[in-house]
């Protein structure tokens, strides 16, 4: 074999990958917005569950993506691990879709092709429309791969040492391993597999006498593609390490089933090359949607018993640490759609962390501090170290390619991440004023107090409110969180004027009605907040305000 043969081989395999990933973007910027709403309502069901995922990774033409959204999902808390096997399962067949669709075998009109798909996208002005244009060039530069491979690999046949050294390789679990480690250098089982079916083609593996060892090798490819899950997982919730595991224990269940059937029938092997007398492209891809669907027919009824043993492998429940994340983990930046999901939740851990300080703040004035002085500022750290990390993986999003809808959520979550961030900074203003208060031994008047439990009250209500609006905005709700806001500032006005009379007639010390004054100002910002919030959800205008607003 040349060495010229060795570059269009390299060459060939290259474009081949390249074209596959491309095609999986641009179909995940088709579907990617409406992935999730269709993992979470038709995943009740276990059988459904598997033909949605069975289809949803036809469509993205990618098992190991599937697989690692499903991982992100579980980790954010938007899955859970019982839901997720049936989909698991349904990508494995899902991705056989791409065996067969290389066998149809279309290199000679892939350059044609490849040439309508650019011409889409150059001269479309619409997003989508490039979308299918990207999806259309994908398809033939991946062909025109497969082809430069078929071709570079045709002289591998007629060498002697080459074959010499297949034969070597008749071993079933040799094989396998083979299988793996290529799976795992390329990180695609579709892309290993469809390299197998050229060396099926090109006659280098000549059936059918090497169908055996291409079946082998098969297996070994489809376990190696679990390690992109794995690796997904790593750093995640017990949850999603559990997810990973059973991927493993799938293909590997599958493996050994087949090794061992395959050992004591090997008439199996001849009803596979049945299925396409002559057409050894196509009997890769029959061999690799027979075996995944056999063992998802097996493993579906077993699926509580996959999640027990994962449960038994990985034990324990997540440690608590509220300065860490606990939803974004490796598998959301290997997708925009997941990466957006799992900040969703940080976001609403924000939420949480944010409310409990800022009752805890206003209620140390009434002698009835909700938490200690301790996790107060262990939650603030916790809503800085959020802001930072949900910041960075916003702008992560925007490398990952998401659809147009999603762009403009991950663009309100920032705003809302930093007006949120803002509201915890002066609930420990007021938390501040209260301890300072208590240590020079100083009160407020019961006037005083009226008001500002009145006040507390509605900033309360009305960060609430826009909390709630931002996930399940609705225009009556947008409105009367915009009234309560205009309340909240004549409320103010007023007891900053009854503040000024008490000290006028020397009911109330200066400092008291200083820091009064002072609490007032942080509040009456809290709600200003709470209103940027809501905005943000109905996609109004937000303004870029300093800390003077």
Not at 210 to 218: E, H, K, L, S, V
Not at 222 to 247: E, H, M, Q, T
Request: glycine share 8%; net charge neutral; aromatic share 8%.
């Amino acid at each position: 074999m040349l060495i010229g043969n060795v570059i269009n081989l390299a060459g060939g395999l290259a474009m081949f990958i390249f074209g596959m990933n491309l095609m999986s973007d641009g179909l995940k910027l088709v579907a990617g917005s409406y992935l999730k709403k269709i993992l979470e309502k038709l995943t009740q069901n276990r059988i459904i569950a598997m033909v949605v995922g069975a289809g949803l990774t036809a469509l993205i033409q990618s098992s190991n993506a599937m697989c690692v959204m499903v991982v992100g999902f579980v980790n954010a808390g938007m899955m859970q691990l019982e839901r997720s096997v049936g989909i698991l399962m349904g990508a494995k067949i899902g991705t056989t879709i791409t065996g067969q669709l290389i066998a149809f075998n279309i290199s000679e009109i892939a350059p044609v092709i490849a040439f309508v798909g650019v011409a889409i996208t150059m001269f479309s002005k619409k997003p989508k429309v490039k979308n299918v244009g990207q999806i259309i060039a994908s398809l033939g530069v991946l062909f025109i791969g497969l082809g430069a491979m078929s071709k570079a690999m045709k002289p591998l046949a007629g060498e002697v040492w080459f074959q010499s050294l297949l034969q070597k390789f008749s071993n079933p679990i040799l094989c396998v391993i083979i299988g793996v480690i290529f799976t795992v250098i390329i990180q695609s089982a579709s892309a290993s597999v469809g390299v197998l079916q050229m060396l099926a083609l090109s006659g280098v593996m000549a059936f059918p006498g090497a169908f055996p060892q291409a079946f082998y090798i098969m297996l070994g490819m489809n376990i190696g593609a679990s390690v992109a899950p794995a690796l997904a997982s790593l750093g995640g919730r017990k949850d999603a390490k559990r997810v990973a595991f059973i991927v493993i224990l799938f293909e590997s269940i599958g493996m050994v089933l087949f090794m061992i059937l395959t050992q004591i029938f090997p008439v199996i092997f001849d009803w596979i090359l049945n299925t396409a007398p002559g057409n050894p492209t196509r009997q890769i891809a029959n061999a690799n949607t027979i075996f995944n669907l056999v063992t998802v027919a097996i493993l579906l009824p077993c699926a509580k018993y996959l999640v027990k043993i994962s449960e038994f492998v990985i034990r324990g429940e997540d440690d608590k640490e509220e300065a860490a994340l606990h939803y974004i983990d490796e598998s959301g930046y290997q997708s925009g759609t997941v990466l957006i999901g799992q900040i969703d939740q940080e976001v609403g851990r924000m939420h949480s962390l944010v409310r409990e300080n800022m009752e805890a703040s206003t209620k140390a004035y009434f002698g009835s501090m909700t938490i200690s002085k301790e996790q107060f500022e262990r939650n603030e750290e916790a809503v800085d170290f959020l802001n930072k990390e949900i910041v960075a993986a916003l702008i992560r999003t925007n490398q990952l390619g998401v659809s147009e809808k999603e762009a403009t959520h991950a663009g309100n979550l920032y705003h809302i991440v930093t007006d949120l961030e803002r509201i915890g900074d002066h609930a420990e203003n007021v938390l501040g004023y209260a301890l300072q208060m208590k240590e020079d031994k100083r009160k407020f008047s019961d006037k005083a107090l009226k008001n500002l439990k009145e006040l507390s009250q509605a900033v309360y209500k009305i960060y609430d409110l826009a909390c709630e609006h931002f996930s399940n905005p609705s225009e009556e709700l947008y409105r009367v969180i915009y009234d309560l806001e205009a309340d909240i500032d004549k409320m103010v006005d007023k007891m900053r004027a009854s503040n000024s009379k008490r000290l006028s007639k020397m009911k109330c010390e200066a400092v008291q009605g200083l820091y009064f004054n002072e609490i007032l100002v942080d509040l009456e910002r809290v709600a200003d907040h709470s209103l940027n919030i809501a905005q943000a959800a109905k996609k109004y205008e937000i303004y870029d305000e300093d800390e003077d607003l």
